[in-house]
């Protein structure tokens, strides 16, 4: 029988500048979601997310 690697938390890199803007931007307009939907409720949590946002928004403007 044949070994079998499971790649399960395996990591793929971002190769280009476009890619990892798109994947930022997705990233950036989901935490903006959950910080609108747990508004709320659960003001530290929507806090978290927020500030999760401006982190990547940052990131995105000096790409």
Do not use: R, W
């Not at 890619?19 to 307009?29: D, P, T």
């Not at 979601?33 to 997310?49: C, I, R, T, W, Y």
């Not at 500030?51 to 940052?58: D, H, L, P, V």
Request: aromatic residues 6%; contains cysteine; glycine residues 6%.
């Amino acid at each position: 029988m044949n070994n079998q690697y499971c790649k399960v938390g395996s990591v793929t890199p971002i190769t280009g500048l476009s890619q990892a803007a798109s994947v930022l931007e997705v990233m950036h307009k989901n935490f903006m979601e959950k910080a609108a939907s747990v508004s709320g409720k659960d003001n530290q949590l929507g806090e978290f997310f927020k500030s999760k946002a401006q982190s990547i928004k940052k990131v995105l403007e000096s790409l």
